[in-house]
């Protein structure tokens, strides 16, 4: 007495399963950074527009391509994923970034940043990261060179880099001039394209907490680290040091520890390693910028500790339920 | 109110809504019942009856062998027709005992409500009774209920936490359970208390069932001597589960690997109280359950009261037959039940619900992004990603030192899985090549 001829189909269990897919978590994620997008736009022109599309079409292209090299299918560019590494690839870029260095680099990032280590999930390094760093050697001056944002907010003070074509950490780094706050929130500076409205970032951070998409503990545990560094730095010599927030809000550190450092790929599993991995790379940003030779940090920090990833996952598994009573336990018999 | 819960879990799409209001109903006694020897954990037990024989409602079909199994008694009037090998739900083999029913007879027997002195109660003979009444653990684990009665004597039991959670997903069964026999929860709990004195008993209800907190809490007024606590506990899947319900109700951690009993905690179902007022008030053995049947795949929902070894399509007919096209067919709840072939099976002590799927799609798999919401939601505090891992690449020693036994099976690694991965399929296959293989 069968429903149907085939027979009832046989899995194993739960047989119910939460809405959200690896395809939602990665659109998700693009819908939290459109208002950053929107604003780059605003501050560098249409040019930038054209630059996510090329961008996206580039990852996308790679994707399917070494996919299909690989015999599997190149549909599985559907879940996502490349869109997301576009738009962050292009969001650490110079404005002026010529159109080929950004193929380039989302050629890299897809192929060498992903695929080589077997696809979406089994990469060690961000690949969007891995793009930047490759452009940061192949093309040196283009990726140093910063252009002066459109004056969308008005009301704002004018920024520094209409005189120093510097971004606000090379400015106070080198030249010892520090951009006003107002300026790096709604990024009115000079920077990538689209680190630079760090109140954006944080809008579509918090997005991305409410959503579940990713774990406090990161954003929490790096950007504290590097205002606690810095603010010693600060206190024992505030000549030489700008203070801790002039450097949560300027450069990559927002869109870093927002999007970059809480990638679920290449970030540890539990709440202890994510911690871990924050501090790690929030102390590695602080070494870096202030005495480093470059002015900004974020990038190599977020890479150096995804290298250190696996480690922290080996080390760090959650205590069973129970674990700890059962040690007592033994104890006493 | 504050409201009691365990760590980590997941939030299911409960679907009760459908069942709860509906009263528990009698199916109509069936013509020929199929009885398991094995319905319980623990060895199978032995037939004591023979082809041929006449039985009678409450008498006893299989004896228990040895302690660790339980009896099994005919819900009828009927002969045995023959033995045949036939699976249990779960897949094991067992021997069912084939009864011819006699339905008039059946119908016409009454149970008599017999007196009984409370006080002339000890430990030994409550635990005697829930062993003659072939009581086992009636939320699904199956195990023999006198087993979990009789603590070594080293053990100091001071609280009883009474489960009337019923956090699967579709199942009302206990919540009906609560409102309709309340009264006879409660002398239940008094003849446990009899045997126990029982420091604390502590009745966990979790806060979508408002009638049953209330229900139970105006009986339990009626007993001031009897140190009873009704608490409401957060909406969480899965609080049933034993260690979680001890948390959530009393704080106390059960040791990883070890019994409630270590922690001077016994877990009783709502359903194993209802079965164990019934022996002792009435001299009923556990002869029947109640089972919600559901899911959209059936044209009436109910909570039906069966006798067991009531075969499926019985059940199915008392609901007015299949809705449209049943994809899949599920004994227990969504989350740890199990997918049934065909409708050739039935009515077990541990069937507590009977489910109709018509969307029963298998979401594609895609690979592991390492998000690691199954390791936030374990309840056991695991790390699934790694034991399905372990179990894809077979290194099962790995899989054994990262707590793979601590796994119950819950499902809510695999439900919040955004990549659709089958978490607990390969923990399963693992913990049977680890058991098989004795690693």
Redesign the interface.
Known sequence: MSARAEGFILTSSPHDSAADTTQRIMFAVVITLLPAMVMSVFYFGLRVLGLYVLAIASCLVTESLTRRARGRSPWSIADGSAVVTAVLLVMVLPPEISPIALVVGCVVAIFLGKEVFGGLGSNVFNPALVGRAFLSAAYPVQITTWTTPNRVFAFLPQGIDAQTQATPLAAARFEGIYEALPNLLFGQIGGSIGETGSIFIVAGGIAMLALRLIRWEMVVSLLGTVFVLTGIAHLVDPGSFVGPVFHLFAGGLMLGAVYMATDMVTTPYTRVGNVIFGVGAGTLVVIIRLFGGYPEGVMFAILLMNAVTPIINRYTDNRVFGAQSAKAGEGAQ | MTLRTFKKG?H??DHKTRTASLPVEDVPIPELLRIPVAQHLGKPAVPVKQRGDEVMPGELLCDADGFVSARVHSPVHGKIKKIVQQPLPAGRMSDHIEIAVNVEETQAHQWQRREVDLDALDRDTVVEGIRDAGIVGMGGATFPTHVKFSPPPTAEIDTLVINGVECE?YLTCDHRLMLERTAELLEAVRILNRGFGFKRILFGIESNKPDAIEAVSRAAAEFPDTPIEIVPLKVKYPQGAE?MLIYAACGR??????LPL??GVIVANVFTLVAIEDWFFWGKPLIDRVITVSGD?IKSARNLRAPIGTPF?DL?EACGG?NG??????VGG??????????DYSLTKGSSGLLF?TR?E??AE???????RC?DA??????P??LAAYAEAQKFVEAKQ??LN?CF?C?SC???????I?L??WI?YAKNYVRVHKL
């Open positions: 997941v299911p799409h997903p260690k951690t059960v040791p990883a690997g070890k270590e922690i795949g399509e199915v299949f096209d049943v994809a899949k067919v599920l969504p989350m740890m039940g199990v997918a049934l072939p065909t409708l799927l029963a298998v979401p895609s690979p592991c992004i390492r998000c690691a390791v374990c309840p056991m505090n695991l790390m990603l790694k990262h707590n601590d099976e499902g695999a439900y919040v899985c955004p990549s659709k089958k607990v399929a399963r």
